[in-house]
T-cell receptor, first 113, second 114 residues
Framework: SQQGEEDPQALSIQEGENATMNCSYK?????LQWYRQNSGRGLVHLILIRSNEREKHSGRLRVTLDTSKKSSSLLITASRAADTASYFCATDARTSGTYKYIFGTGTRLKVLA | GAGVSQSPRYKVAKRGQDVALRCDPI?????LFWYQQALGQGPEFLTYFQNEAQLDKSGLPSDRFFAERPEGSVSTLKIQRTQQEDSAVYLC????????????FGDGTRLSIL
């Protein structure tokens, strides 16, 4: 019943290359967030983009949002071995005044040194 | 300051036993969320608290699952009469606004039902 779908499911690149991950969702949103999860750990927030924003940058991260296509992308530039992790998008599914975040299935990124 | 703390980190139980999982959110955070994460999947929403009020429990898979946050800080997720399909990582997250701010996650409790 997860709303978000990420692709690719897995991505393997060389250190220094860029990594691009995509997320699609189904319903209207207020904002979309990207999280990283290292193996055996909790999720760490990376970046939040609001529905009225189209692009946002944070360090080596660039996020785009296309609400007409209900999709978002996360670009990691100049990747490092430490970027190896799973990446998830999360959208808010605001219903009846409560807040519920729906996570995608994730992209497992492996950066080879 | 301290982040979100969950205990235990690992829990093994026999099918049919009851378990209780604890979450200590970041001090002062109003919102608290519980998620269930199966292996290789993203977190699935279970329930949401705003202070001590449980505003959304639509994700709880059955009436064997029960969550509480009686004083608006620490929360406990209880699973009664555990079954093998309950095996998963249970994640807790908190945020300092009514869901509009990023969530801070604990490292989760890995529950294995034998």
């Amino acid at each position: 019943s997860q709303q978000g779908e990420e692709d690719p499911q897995a991505l393997s690149i060389q250190e220094g290359e860029n990594a691009t991950m995509n997320c699609s969702y189904k319903t209207s949103i207020n904002n979309l967030q990207w999280y990283r999860q290292n193996s055996g750990r909790g999720l760490v927030h990376l970046i939040l983009i609001r529905s009225n924003e189209r692009e946002k940058h944070s360090g080596r991260l660039r996020v785009t949002l296309d609400t007409s296509k209900k999709s978002s992308s996360l670009l990691i530039t100049a990747s490092r071995a430490a970027d190896t992790a799973s990446y998830f998008c999360a959208t808010d599914a605001r219903t009846s005044g409560t807040y519920k975040y729906i996570f995608g299935t994730g992209t497992r990124l492996k950066v080879l040194a | 300051g301290a982040g979100v703390s969950q205990s235990p980190r690992y829990k093994v139980a026999k099918r049919g036993q009851d378990v209780a999982l604890r979450c200590d959110p970041i001090s002062g955070h109003v919102s608290l969320f519980w998620y269930q994460q199966a292996l290789g999947q993203g977190p699935e929403f279970l329930t949401y608290f705003q202070n001590e009020a449980q505003l959304d429990k639509s994700g709880l898979p059955s009436d064997r699952f029960f969550a509480e946050r009686p004083e608006g800080s620490v929360s406990t997720l209880k699973i009664q009469r555990t079954q093998q399909e309950d095996s998963a990582v249970y994640l807790c997250a908190s945020s300092d606004d009514r869901g509009r701010q990023p969530q801070h996650f604990g490292d989760g409790t890995r529950l294995s039902i034998l």
